[in-house]
DNA sequence: GTGAAAGCGCTAACAA
DNA sequence: TTGTTAGCGCTTTCAC
């Protein structure tokens, strides 16, 4: 038999006394209400005993407050987006917030319909990393008051609050340390998408060729493809731009396929590229030679991003104040990435 | 300017007609109540030019039904579980429902608040990958007459029902492969956990090994600690243990740990360790050898699941009947459970 | 200091 | 065939 509820009215009328009371109490306002030490006390005690809840429901439906946040990332599997997940819920958690979340997959229906689910459920503030087509539903977010925040990218076109890496920066730094090591024909594979943080790491590849009067090899692939077919688009390009000898990957999972692309190239005679990613991997760290990657400050960024929300929610004047971060990433140099000369004593 | 949301009185006044009548439309008992066509029309035309959409939270205050699904999984970022969440949501989506997902980690405490948090929120339906020791919360859920769903593992204490794979018998084949393959002191490394499906992958290994004759090495890593304390664990016990010839790991991330413990061993002159895992994993595939893997069925698994908790949600008479799956696993066989001799062939 | 009552937006029994 | 109305459980204004 499911348990009856309990309902405000049973606290009440447990204690002869009315709902107000009791709903003042729960709402901290004994004090302001000068309700008795005395009664507060009685309802807080009975309301623990009988391990009574408000509804969160009909709490939410009075005061239009759901107390969730929702966190909308590209693909939750992927562990820069888990781990940031991870990180903001905690934060949360302790301001009194649920996170929910879900992913996008870089599909801008999915986002849509998102986004609608997340209205019709009255959420309090977004977290969104947005694919490419929803300025739209996000402006009208922004207009209809929500606090929004965007995080790993943003759109250019759009006023908005975001928080973000300087991916030209440490994308440049990361490939002039691979001219550093003697590689000469970089090539940066891609996704063929406009978003602003692959835009970004592509300028700082480009820059630091053009500093060094290094020819560009760039190869972008077509982002709904399969797995399958990347990896295979990656080995014929690699086949076809012979004169390569060093890789940098866009994205940790782009990584993933670029090693598997070479895993299946006939590399005899040619010596091995020479490797980096952007963005950290579990199969960078094991992998032989371990790989040189662009780590993210997974830390600072859902720090950054849970602050800049709680912010807007708890103070609607902050709300019209657009704010943006941008925080530096940090180059982790691994085998992948030194001279081959080196490489051969090391390993 | 917020736009004001429209609400049902909206329509109904606009159209000068009830509420009655326009939620009756809307929630498609127009035919039922013998509402005309003509009315019936040009309501939904009203309500689709308007973009009218019902408040979900008052919704629920009234039916007492949220059409969310709670998904509570060990750990989101592990591709195991982050896949199945997406197909269950997929399938979920498809029914009308909505799943929320979280991460107990593991950790009874957190898998306890999130049950509450969802409780609050009245949501319809269950599926949990439980921790230990949370079964007096499962069977209260029950008790109160939710759809609980558990998959991965379960409790032997506890008629549930749930959706596992058969971890005795994959492991034992898998163990069997590694026999067969030459190896003969096969180490097998687990939590420290009681949990069913690592109890039974551990029975399926003593299993395969008395039928052969050979002497197991248990070695079983405390769950809470670190990775890089697990890592260190397993890399001094390998050093203690030195006729091992193989491992299998319980999971595919004890996978990963077993790797980087092997890699910084010094195994000279002692060739390499036969390599089996419990869990496929990304990182299997790549590495050199690939590693050979005990691979779960996770679009069954989803189907199973999901499937089981929209029959409990549609008819309720199915509420009572205890259904519990078992599938089969598969192993998939790479480089690095081949025999040694095999393999500087293949290599 | 405390309580009565309105109302958040919706559903559905009952009336007409 | 359609409308009136009573709640779902809570917050909060206003009255006493």
Redesign the pocket.
């Known amino acids: 038999m499911k348990k009856k ?5 049973d606290i ?1 009328s447990q204690l ?9 109490i ?2 901290g ?2 004090k302001e ?4 030490e ?3 006390n009685k309802v807080l005690n009975l309301v623990k005993e009988v391990g ?4 969160q ?3 939410s ?4 407050k759901t107390k969730i946040i929702g966190l909308m990332v590209e693909d939750i599997s992927n562990v820069f987006f888990s781990n940031v997940a991870r990180l903001i819920e905690e934060n949360a958690h302790k301001k009194g917030y649920k996170i929910i979340y879900c992913s996008t997959e870089n599909n801008p229906e999915k986002a849509r319909e998102l986004i609608n689910m997340f209205r019709d459920w009255n959420i309090d503030g977004y977290i969104i990393t947005p694919p490419a087509g929803i300025e739209d539903e996000i402006q009208s977010l922004i207009s209809d008051n929500y606090p929004v925040i965007l995080f790993d990218r943003y759109y250019t076109n759009l006023k908005t609050n975001y928080v973000v890496i300087d991916n030209y920066e440490s994308t440049y730094r990361a490939i002039t340390h691979l001219i550093e090591q003697g590689y000469k024909d970089i090539a940066f594979i891609t996704l063929d998408s406009r978003q602003s943080q692959m835009e970004e790491r592509l300028r700082g590849y480009k820059k630091a060729l053009a500093d060094h009067k290094l020819k560009p090899y760039v190869k972008r692939l077509a982002f709904d493809e399969s797995k399958e077919k990347n990896v295979q688009q990656i080995a014929s390009y690699l086949k076809k731009q012979s004169e390569v000898d060093a890789i940098f990957t866009a994205t940790n999972y782009i990584g993933t396929w670029g090693i598997e692309a070479i895993q299946n190239l006939d590399t005899k005679g040619k010596g091995r590229y020479g490797l980096a990613s952007f963005d950290d991997h579990d199969i960078f760290k094991l992998y032989n030679p371990p790989i040189t990657a662009v780590a993210q400050p997974v830390e600072e960024i859902s720090q950054a991003v849970i602050k800049m929300v709680l912010d807007q929610l708890e103070d609607s004047s902050k709300a019209k104040a657009v704010e943006t971060i941008t925080l530096p990433a940090k180059l982790i140099v691994r085998g992948s990435s030194l001279s081959r000369t080196d490489l051969d004593v090391v390993i």
Request: charged share 20%.
């Open positions: 509820k309990l309902s405000i009215r009440a002869n006394i009315s709902i107000t009371t009791v709903s003042f729960l709402n306002k004994a209400k000068r309700i008795s005395d009664l507060t009574y809840k408000p509804n429901i009909a709490q439906l009075r005061t239009g």
